[in-house]
């Protein structure tokens, strides 16, 4: 198969909505694509050394098959979901053998989508004069029904909707479900290398029915050529068809900012569906660069805010979902606070977002805005590590799923080492598990305690520790209560 489209293919699939928050398939992805033309270079020890190159040690082939599965289930709700009318398949065909053994199938594999096409019936017999006129008459009523159709689906529901965007030097190109180009839009001042190829395009735009019309709008966060700290975002709104809408600045001048320029990124955006007959509304989260404070606004399908709650600390992750199994969502966000410079993670419900969060520290409240009235505000322990070597923790990656709320803590705040903390709840914010992922904390760990005075090993009291989750809002102590935790 041509290389070229099965690139474009692997592209799409990086720069999907379903691979935004999955860094590890990513990756893995790419590694297989990279050595997708020389199949026989592939082996469990090449996937390691790329996928984990500080774990080398540590990984094993059956590390190499659990991700492979992880990813081969990925790309199948891809491909049922926002691919599915991608012209090219990417598989995982399942491998018979042992991971170094006889290979009967290959690791990836690139394909033409079959279209698929009705099988044409047998050949009608007219027997008498009536049956045909009948005949006739039913044709002539299914072309009236069909020219009704065709004039409904212009009217109404765009046929090949926005699904996808890249962005071509200086121009931001939006794609249909085939990955054709549907409009372009040309931004003469670049846009900002760190914002969007860090962790992507995908996450920087987002596809929605904003007016219930059946017409998918377009909101792109634009952030201009140059350093984060100098230049804010702008949430644009644009139509199916690529017409401008609207355009919203997040944030707005503080006296706590002490002069900081007012320049505040969008790092989340989220649709909440409300009852029948209430119009969609938009859940904006975005943060002042460079640190703090953060936003959280909600804004109506014409751009215009209906309400706020501020945040003193960095949150940059959200999420929404229907936590108590009412039917309605809450919003869900994580990030850093400026109580104690702890991890932390925020729900709210969508109809009570306003007010600024309550510190202790005088020189962090925001004040003006009102009390705010989170459901649920926790703290997440730092580790004798962290507090030694970086200034705060970080709650990332939120996710929830079969009742239960799952997010993960770095430990170290460095693209170079992966010191993650896992936890989980339960669906009334029990704690049931809280532990370190991988060695690569312990390891680290080790490292930086191996001499001098305080030279010690992860101890069991330490990794308890991790279970001390501070309650400041929507628990009946000061804790949160432990349940009965996964082994």
Known sequence: MNPSA????????????????????????QVLHKHMQLENEITSDLVIRELWPSEIRTKRPADVATEM????HALKTYYEEEGSRDPVAITLPKRAGTAEGAREQPWIVAAPRARERPEPGPQAHENSRKRWKIAVLITAI???????????????????????ARLDGTVLRIMGAEGKELWSKNFPDGFSTDWYYEKGIATRIWFGDLEGNGHTSVLFSYLPGGRLS????????????????????????????????????????????????????????????????????????SGKILSEYWHSGGLSYMILADLDGDG???????????????????????????????????????????????????????????????????????????GNLRLTVAECITPVLDCRIYYEFDRHFRLIAAYAGSDEFRSAHERFYQSGKEAHRLGLDEEAAFQKVRCLVGCKSEYVEVGKLIP
Not at 20 to 29: H, M
Not at 69 to 72: E, K, M, W
Not at 142 to 164: D, H, L
Not at 367 to 383: I, K, W
Request: net charge positive; charged share 25%; glycine share 6%.
């Open 230 to 301: 100098m230049n804010g975002s702008t949430l644009i709104c644009y139509s199916d068809r690529g017409k401008e809408k609207w355009r919203w600045t997040p944030g707005r001048e503080l006296p706590e900012l002490n002069g900081s320029p007012p320049t505040y990124a969008t790092w989340a955006v989220a649709l909440l569906k409300g009852p029948e007959k209430r119009p969609v509304r938009i859940i904006v989260l975005s943060q002042h660069q460079p640190w703090w404070p953060s936003q959280m606004a909600v804004l109506d399908p």
């Open 328 to 402: 309605r969502q809450e919003i869900i966000a994580t990030g850093i606070s400026e109580y104690d410079h702890q991890a932390t993670l925020v729900i709210l419900d969508p109809d009570r977002v306003f007010g600024a969060s309550k510190e202790v520290r005088p020189g962090f409240q925001i004040h003006g805005m009102g009390e705010a009235q989170e459901r649920l505000r926790l703290l997440f322990p730092r580790s004798d590590m962290n507090r030694a070597l970086f200034q705060f923790n970080d709650a990332i990656e939120p996710t929830f799923d079969h």
């Open 69 to 72: 599965n992880r990813l081969r």
């Open 142 to 164: 299914c072309a009236g029904i069909s020219v009704a159709a065709y004039v409904s689906v212009r009217a109404g529901e765009a046929p090949n909707p926005p699904q996808s």
């Open 6 to 29: 099965i690139r474009e293919q692997v592209d799409k699939i990086l720069q999907s909505r379903s691979f935004a928050n999955k860094g590890q398939l990513r990756r893995l992805l």
